[in-house]
């Protein structure tokens, strides 16, 4: 046997034992004639020591060791004269009898600490040393029990795990593909699916009424927070369901997944609340209800009624009481201005107003508006003599409102009231159908065009469709359960969705009548939105691993001389020019280039 016991398993109990453990030296000391070594594997860490009067040779050897040295060591247990209460092995340690090293290591590079010194870059080069971190460990750890956790449940509720094709035709969902191309087929490109959205409909349609994977996703997007260009989310879809038996069943589940994982007792119905009160009073369609702060409408009190040019042209002005903060300085202030303004959040400027605790009142605005109305501002926002107002205004309120969500999240990180201990989980329903996009100059769907309109707002698709509720909801993310145009009547699906139900006949062909559709609902959430944003890869500019590198332009798809651009192809298209480019080298006749 090549190892009898791991390092995080033994204890006083075992006390006389003969053991062989194997692991990575963590750490080396010399006291005396003495030398103490560290063992690490998976599983924790032991204590080691070699005697220079029991084996002279073997503590020289020892002696020699450095971090991340291999080994293989055998030796009786033995209870510690020093306990270390800081390690569940502690109390005992190891009287070494033979030393076998496996591999040598040079120095690495950082320490494999979970306070390590070294910084991204370097670790995400070095990512299996990194791997090594207890903290790193623990979030794959964590990730596993939580997708073992998922499976039972689901299995428990007669859902079925069916894995989905990879390599797929393009469906237009929101974002770029990712082509692949196909050696046999010359010209023609797979996709790497956005979602399994059109696969998992099949299954409804071929009677599989729950349907679950723990599915991957690949999407052409700019990088950000939370999103790389591959993620791993947990996707249902169920048939004969509407939106409460969608709800009741997946907060069945979170419920089952904190109390397993955290030990943390949910109440028996978690809270619901619109979107359009979720944008009023947090400006957040995920709003973090941790702490207070909700946003206060000020036009009635400040729009027209004084000399501001700002707020008397603003078609939204908003505040927050942040409360025991009248006492900012200056260069705080300064300092929140310059964050609102920053280009991720877009604001224009900042307008505080300081309601002093010895009743006096201080304003970056009080010259343009009299002390009467400074009071009813007061009143309002229900401040309090030490607080302090923010506020901010815009031609657009939603995105004023988005701003001031930012500055919320922004003051409850310095007043320490975003507890990452406490949770207060919700979900947000009935979402606006489509909204309109600035940038593109027209309508989109507010998260994907898979989603049943609500009923009561079928009409108003002939109208204005913006109007619409979706019937997706969501659990503290973007993500949720919805239902899908599937469950409409044929004659107002088509009229309303017909370009959807084409882009199903493209992934599977010969389709047959709409009427096979059942109604269904479904439940996605990205993976690293429940157990940590964690990869055990890490993807840096340009979406490329760092570990792997970058590779030359000769190695690439589509190499791009200087100042070209690069062609996207939509797949099962054969080549032909539109844009210039010649055929061949994966440009086709139809293609996105940019």
């Not at 950082?110 to 207890?134: A, C, H, Q, S, V």
């Not at 593909?177 to 696969?199: E, I, K």
């Not at 304003?363 to 901010?392: H, N, Q, R």
């Amino acid at each position: 046997m090549y190892r009898t016991n791991t390092c995080g398993e033994l204890r006083l109990s075992d006390c006389g034992k003969t053991v062989t453990l194997a692991g990575w030296v963590q750490r080396t000391r010399k006291m005396g004639g003495m030398t103490f070594v560290d063992l690490r594997d998976r599983y924790g860490i032991t204590q080691l020591v070699f005697n220079d009067s029991d084996d002279s040779d073997l503590c020289a050897r020892a002696s020699k060791l450095g971090r991340e040295f291999c080994v293989q060591v055998t030796g009786v247990v033995n209870e510690r004269e020093s306990k270390n209460a800081n390690l569940p092995t502690g109390d005992i340690e190891i009287i070494a009898k033979e030393l076998n090293v496996l591999s040598e290591s040079v120095t690495p590079p950082f320490t494999i600490e979970d306070n390590t010194d070294g910084g991204d870059d370097i670790r995400m080069k070095y990512r299996y040393l990194d791997l090594r971190r207890p903290t790193v460990r623990k979030n794959l750890e964590l990730r596993h029990r939580m997708t073992i956790l998922i499976r039972n449940f689901l299995d428990a509720q007669n859902f079925i795990e069916v894995e989905t094709p990879i390599l797929i035709g393009s469906t237009p969902e929101g974002a770029r593909d990712f082509v692949v191309p196909s050696r046999m087929n010359p010209g023609q490109f797979y996709a790497l699916p956005q979602s399994p959205q059109t696969l998992k409909q099949l299954l409804m349609i071929s009677g599989f009424d729950r349907y679950f994977q723990i599915a991957k996703c690949f999407r052409d997007e700019d990088l950000r927070a939370d999103r790389q260009p591959e993620f791993t989310q947990i996707d249902c879809e169920m048939s004969f369901v509407d939106q409460d038996d969608v709800i009741n069943l997946f907060e069945d589940m979170a419920r089952h997944l904190f109390k397993e994982v955290r030990g943390v007792e949910l109440p028996a119905k978690l809270q619901q609340m619109t979107w359009h009160e979720a944008m009023r009073r947090f400006g957040s369609d995920k709003p973090d209800l941790r702490f207070g702060m909700e946003f206060v409408e000020l036009m009635d009190v400040l729009k027209g009624t004084g000399t501001f040019s700002v707020f008397n042209e603003a078609e939204y002005i908003g505040g927050i009481c942040v409360p025991g903060c009248a006492d900012y300085t200056r260069k705080q202030l300064d300092q929140l201005t310059d964050f609102v303004k920053r280009p991720q959040i877009g604001a224009k400027g900042l307008v505080y107003i300081k309601f002093n605790a010895d009743g006096t009142v201080k304003s970056s605005v009080d010259k343009f508006y009299t002390p009467e109305v400074l009071a009813k501002v007061k009143e309002t926002t229900g401040a309090k003599d030490g607080d302090l107002v923010l506020i901010l205004s815009g031609d657009n309120a939603n995105k004023t409102r988005v701003q001031l969500c930012s500055l919320r999240l922004e003051m409850g990180d310095r007043l320490g009231l975003r507890d990452k201990n406490k949770f207060e989980c919700l979900w947000i329903i009935d979402f606006p159908l489509f909204e309109w996009s600035d940038e593109e100059q027209r309508l989109m769907a507010t998260h994907h065009p898979f989603t049943m309109p609500n009923p009561d707002d079928i009409p108003l698709l002939d109208e204005h469709r913006a109007f619409g509720r979706g019937g997706k909801t969501s659990l503290g993310s973007s993500t949720g359960p919805g239902n899908g145009a599937a469950g409409l009547q044929p004659a107002i699906a088509i009229g309303a969705f017909g370009v959807f139900i084409g882009i199903i006949k493209m992934a599977v062909g010969a389709f047959g009548q709409f009427h096979h559709f059942p109604p269904s609902g479904a439940f996605t959430a990205q993976a690293a939105g429940w157990c940590g944003r964690f990869l055990w890869y890490r993807r840096f500019a340009g979406g490329i691993p760092r570990r792997w590198g970058r590779r030359s332009p000769s190695q690439r798809l589509h190499p791009a001389g200087a100042g070209s651009r690069r062609c996207f192809p939509l797949p099962a298209l054969r080549a032909g020019g539109g844009c210039g480019h010649p055929p061949g080298r994966g440009h086709t006749g139809r293609h996105r280039c940019r």
